[in-house]
């Protein structure tokens, strides 16, 4: 166990139905610090970039219109093994297949539309964090 950081991003299905609030409020409930958050909207480039591993999937074009179509609130989380807790947090990619109590589960509207993202492993965390932070912005 050891405390970590994790690239979370509140998306834009949820900033148009302003509850970012109800959604940190998840992250604090469950120990989760927000160290670094930012409110942007995101370029195509940046969408684009961010989802590269994803560019072969048939829904990367989608998915990229849609994390471009309004803002969304980027934000490191901090606390013990932040990476797993924060995707259990989340709960599955498809709300319809999320565990009652999390944020899909009560939040998302679509596979697609579902809220909020987190990253899934140590490497990917440290790549995303530094995508749109620096350690100047990382306030423990
Ligand atoms: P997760 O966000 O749970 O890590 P993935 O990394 O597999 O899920 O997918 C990234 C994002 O792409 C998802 O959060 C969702 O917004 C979108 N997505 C994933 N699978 C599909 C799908 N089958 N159809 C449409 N959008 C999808
Ligand atoms: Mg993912």
Redesign the pocket.
Known sequence: MAIERTLSII?PDATRRNITGKINARFEEAGLKIIAQRRIRLSRTQAEQF?EV?SE?P?FN??CD?MTSGPVVVQVLEGESAIAHNRQI?G??NPANADAGTIRKDFGES????SV??S?SPENARREVYFFFCDCDLVG
């Not at 596979?111 to 579902?114: D, K, R």
């Open positions: 998306k989802y994803h999937r829904f989608d998915l849609f989340m599955n990619t596979i697609e539309a579902n993202h987190g899934d």
